[in-house]
């Protein structure tokens, strides 16, 4: 039987109420005990978390990894690597992947390449539509059973209302969500930041706030006809989040999403930053009002999940003009610090609720294993040093991206193990 006994950690589980010190002791991959001044055989391993909290595993619901297809920007090996230093004990990789991940075949490819690495747990999400394209329905009954805990079409949205209708339908089979890309591609008009004052002050191509929020508003009504269930991804508006927050008054099944950088920069820092690509990301980074009421959203509970919405790409690909370079960051190694740098330290949630962002709340809106230090359960953890400060530096990522807006950013607050498993898969220097 292996074991692992952590002693002296502030034990923090939505799931039971706990935030108190306490041990912990996992017996062959699962949460055996909970307690004070556990005591368990003499050749047990013992970590001490003295000054760490110890939290349920954290769950990344938003994840571009990229292959097959585009290995030069990401593998699943690197991405795992970079999620496990990100404190990450699973992550749900998007479809976007050359081919797209709309047969189970795909499906199968991915997870048995991520078991090969064997660091976090990756749950494949199978695309809507074969091959992205809006048109027909993808294999979705045949990639659930090979593992797709979600349905979407990545970065693509789904413009074709009726196909959205049959696919929440369809979902509804297999009981997992269908997660939404909200942007009308139309009214979006190849903008490239958002529109507004500072657009037009810089003279870039404003994409405005409407092209999300009426996606929003069109995709939960058509779940609210169907009784579907649906998932609203990175969302960047107080008015996207206010149509959340109607229906989830109504009681009907809508979740969302948010990432760090869309509560913490802003279209004035797009501006400040010189036409850097690497503040290019969709949604846009949205005004200062915005913000604000994201940071609203999630302190009232409209949103559910914090998503790091990883987003690699190849250093000559940002290299273009602003106009012309892709979309995107990378997240996986930045979000959890930057999270806690605002959302605790900056006293808009207290610890327990960042917890059940990171991970309670991911395992319930995905239906996924994990959420919970509860006894019986699997021993996927992640260990938080609110107090350890670093600075971010692209050149030490796991990841094989480098796109980052927050290179140089101090910040206080850290994971510091991931466990998977009942395993140490990472541990920083101490």
Same mark, same amino acid.
């Given at each position: 039987?292996?074991?692992?006994l952590?002693?002296n950690g502030?034990v923090v589980?939505?799931t039971?109420?706990l935030?108190e010190?306490m041990d912990?002791?996992?017996?062959d991959g699962?949460v055996?005990?909970l307690?004070?001044?556990?005591?368990?055989? +003499?050749d047990?391993?013992?970590?001490?978390?003295?000054? =760490?909290v110890v939290?349920?595993g954290f769950?990344?619901?938003?994840?571009?990894?990229?292959? !097959? +297809?585009f290995e030069?920007k990401e593998?699943?090996?690197t @991405?795992i690597?970079?999620?496990a230093?990100?404190?990450?004990?699973?992550?749900?990789?998007m479809?976007d992947?050359?081919p *797209?991940?709309?047969? !189970?075949a795909?499906t199968?490819?991915? &997870?048995e390449?991520?078991a090969e690495? +064997?660091?976090?747990?990756?749950?494949?999400v199978?695309?809507? %539509?074969?091959?992205?394209?809006?048109?027909?329905?993808a294999?979705?009954?045949?990639?659930v059973?090979e @593992?797709a805990?979600?349905?979407?079409?990545a970065d693509?949205?789904?413009?074709?209302?009726?196909?959205l209708?049959?696919?929440l339908?369809?979902a509804?089979s297999?009981?997992? #969500?269908?997660?939404?890309y909200?942007?009308? %591609?139309?009214?979006?008009?190849?903008g490239a930041m958002?529109?507004?004052?500072? /657009?037009?002050?810089?003279?870039?191509r404003g994409? #405005?706030?409407?092209?999300e929020e009426?996606?929003?508003?069109r995709d939960i009504?058509v779940?609210?006809?169907?009784?579907?269930r649906?998932?609203?991804?990175h969302?960047?508006t107080?008015a996207?989040?206010?149509l959340?927050?109607s229906?989830? &008054?109504?009681?009907f099944?809508?979740s969302?999403?948010?990432t760090p950088h869309?509560?913490i920069?802003t279209?004035?820092?797009?501006a400040?930053?010189n036409?850097?690509?690497?503040?290019?990301t969709?949604?846009p980074?949205? /005004?200062?009002a915005d913000?604000e009421?994201?940071?609203?959203?999630?302190?009232d509970?409209t949103v559910?999940?914090?998503a %790091?919405?990883? /987003? #690699?790409h190849h250093?000559?690909?940002?290299?273009?003009?602003?106009?012309d370079?892709?979309?995107g960051i990378?997240?996986l190694?930045?979000a959890?610090?930057?999270?806690i740098d605002r959302?605790?330290?900056g006293?808009v949630?207290?610890?327990?609720?960042?917890v059940r =962002?990171?991970?309670? @709340?991911?395992?319930?809106?995905?239906?996924?294993?994990g959420g919970?230090l509860?006894?019986?359960?699997?021993a996927?953890?992640?260990l938080?040093?609110l107090?350890?400060r670093?600075t971010v530096?692209p050149?030490?990522?796991? /990841?094989k991206a480098?796109n980052t807006?927050?290179a @140089?950013?101090q910040l206080?607050? *850290?994971p510091?193990?991931?466990i998977?498993?009942?395993r140490?898969?990472?541990?920083a220097?101490?």
């Amino acid at each position: 039987m292996t074991r692992l006994l952590i002693r002296n950690g502030r034990v923090v589980d939505p799931t039971q109420g706990l935030d108190e010190g306490m041990d912990l002791l996992i017996e062959d991959g699962c949460v055996a005990r909970l307690g004070d001044r556990l005591e368990a055989p +003499g050749d047990t391993p013992v970590l001490d978390a003295a000054n =760490l909290v110890v939290a349920p595993g954290f769950i990344d619901l938003h994840t571009h990894l990229c292959e !097959p +297809g585009f290995e030069y920007k990401e593998t699943i090996a690197t @991405g795992i690597r970079a999620a496990a230093v990100g404190g990450y004990t699973a992550i749900c990789a998007m479809a976007d992947t050359e081919p *797209a991940n709309d047969d !189970p075949a795909v499906t199968r490819f991915i &997870r048995e390449k991520a078991a090969e690495v +064997g660091l976090c747990r990756l749950y494949p999400v199978g695309a809507v %539509s074969k091959g992205r394209n809006g048109d027909a329905l993808a294999e979705i009954g045949e990639m659930v059973e090979e @593992g797709a805990v979600a349905i979407s079409d990545a970065d693509r949205p789904v413009n074709n209302a009726l196909l959205l209708r049959r696919v929440l339908e369809y979902a509804l089979s297999f009981d997992v #969500p269908v997660v939404a890309y909200p942007m009308d %591609s139309d009214l979006a008009d190849a903008g490239a930041m958002n529109e507004s004052a500072v /657009s037009t002050r810089i003279g870039l191509r404003g994409l #405005p706030a409407a092209a999300e929020e009426s996606m929003v508003a069109r995709d939960i009504l058509v779940a609210e006809a169907v009784h579907g269930r649906l998932h609203l991804t990175h969302l960047s508006t107080g008015a996207s989040l206010d149509l959340v927050r109607s229906a989830k &008054r109504k009681g009907f099944e809508v979740s969302c999403d948010v990432t760090p950088h869309h509560f913490i920069l802003t279209d004035e820092d797009v501006a400040a930053a010189n036409y850097d690509p690497n503040w290019k990301t969709y949604p846009p980074f949205r /005004s200062v009002a915005d913000v604000e009421l994201v940071l609203q959203g999630i302190y009232d509970g409209t949103v559910d999940a914090v998503a %790091s919405d990883h /987003s #690699p790409h190849h250093a000559d690909d940002k290299e273009l003009d602003f106009a012309d370079a892709p979309f995107g960051i990378v997240g996986l190694e930045t979000a959890v610090g930057l999270a806690i740098d605002r959302l605790v330290h900056g006293k808009v949630i207290g610890i327990a609720q960042l917890v059940r =962002l990171f991970s309670t @709340g991911p395992a319930e809106v995905f239906n996924l294993p994990g959420g919970t230090l509860r006894e019986g359960e699997p021993a996927d953890l992640t260990l938080l040093d609110l107090r350890k400060r670093w600075t971010v530096d692209p050149a030490r990522f796991k /990841s094989k991206a480098r796109n980052t807006p927050f290179a @140089g950013r101090q910040l206080r607050g *850290a994971p510091v193990v991931t466990i998977v498993g009942g395993r140490i898969v990472w541990q920083a220097a101490m």
